[in-house]
């Protein structure tokens, strides 16, 4: 696992570990700890948030399957779509109980980065959509970065769905 005592700020250096609440691999919608990479989260405002991502090269088979030393690309939009989802349950409460889908996801590439070395994830939620203090569908904006170079953006919107209407959603699906 990245050595976890980053530090970034808006001059490139990320806020100390210490500042970050730790997330569970449940958050991120994954079982074992090495595919959860969202690690760190925090508010830094009003729908803005601040996540910590980690690889565990060694242990992720799934990226990491040939000689590779960079971040893949595709490791990067499942960072997006994490962040999407700890961002439901972490910033804003969101239940375990109900079911979430991917409506979208988008990911833009600008440089390769470095995957043995922590990634601070910028996310913004825009188009939010509550019933009371609940949200419903919300599209969350992400920027990748190590230092103060940003490698990826991209977003994913995600929807939440109660139990029921996801079983009726999967059973017309097949």
């Known amino acids: ?15 100390s570990v210490r500042d970050w609440r730790a997330v569970s691999s449940g958050a991120c919608h994954k079982g074992l700890r ?16 601040e996540l910590l991502a980690e690889i565990d090269a060694e242990r992720e088979r799934h990226f990491f399957d040939h000689p590779i030393d960079h971040v ?4 990067s939009a499942c960072i997006i779509r994490q962040a999407a989802l700890v961002v439901f349950h972490e910033g804003w409460g969101a239940s375990y109980e109900d079911k979430y889908l991917l409506d979208r ?15 601070c994830v910028e996310a913004l939620a ?3 959509k509550r019933r009371g203090d ?3 569908q919300a599209t969350i904006r992400s920027r990748l970065s190590q230092g103060a170079s940003p490698f990826a953006e991209g ?14 959603i999967h059973r017309r699906g097949r």
């Open 72 to 75: 893949p690309g595709m490791l």
């Open 126 to 128: 825009v188009d939010v």
């Open 34 to 49: 090495h595919n959860a990479f969202i690690t760190g989260f925090r508010h830094a405002g009003a729908d803005r948030f």
């Open 1 to 15: 696992m990245p050595e976890a005592t980053v530090t970034q700020r808006d001059d490139g250096s990320f806020p």
């Open 155 to 168: 977003e994913a919107t995600i929807r939440a769905l109660s139990p029921g209407a996801y079983e009726r």
């Open 105 to 119: 996801v988008a990911a833009a590439f600008h440089s390769f980065a470095d995957h043995t070395k922590a990634i």
């Open 134 to 136: 609940k949200v419903l």
